[in-house]
Nanobody, 121 residues
Framework: QVQLVETGGGLVQEGGSLRLSCAAS????????MGWFRQAPGKEREFVAA????????YYADSVKGRFTISRANAENRGYLQMNSLKPEDTAVYYC??????????????WGQGTRVTVSS
């Protein structure tokens, strides 16, 4: 069992930045890949970014490439999503997840409660 808690969401202006944090507890976090997903009102949850257990490989959705950076600090049992050049289309609840490395939400076994990100235009 892995418990995940996201923090760092909030309201930012278009073009601004936010850094989301995902604190993990329970089973060793470093054994799992970490992913970030987001869900806008009325839309399906979609993949944002993923990082493998050793932080040697990352993968991003085309919509966030060049703007978002995923990272992790295994010694701190924590993962991060740095979001730059934010757009109104990025407005969503953001979730961190732990599980297999990939872009499909079905691959992930553990999920946080989500943190809200609102980008104003």
């Amino acid at each position: 069992q892995v418990q995940l808690v996201e923090t760092g969401g909030g309201l930012v202006q278009e073009g601004g930045s936010l850094r989301l944090s995902c604190a993990a507890s329970g089973r060793t976090f470093s054994n799992y890949a970490m992913g970030w997903f987001r869900q806008a009102p009325g839309k399906e949850r979609e993949f944002v970014a993923a990082i493998n257990w050793s932080a040697t490989s990352t993968y991003y959705a085309d919509s966030v490439k060049g703007r978002f950076t995923i990272s992790r600090a295994n010694a701190e049992n924590r993962g991060y999503l740095q979001m730059n050049s934010l757009k109104p289309e990025d407005t969503a609840v953001y979730y961190c997840a732990a599980g297999g490395y990939g872009s499909n939400l079905e691959e992930y076994d553990y999920w946080g409660q989500g943190t809200r990100v609102t980008v104003s235009s």
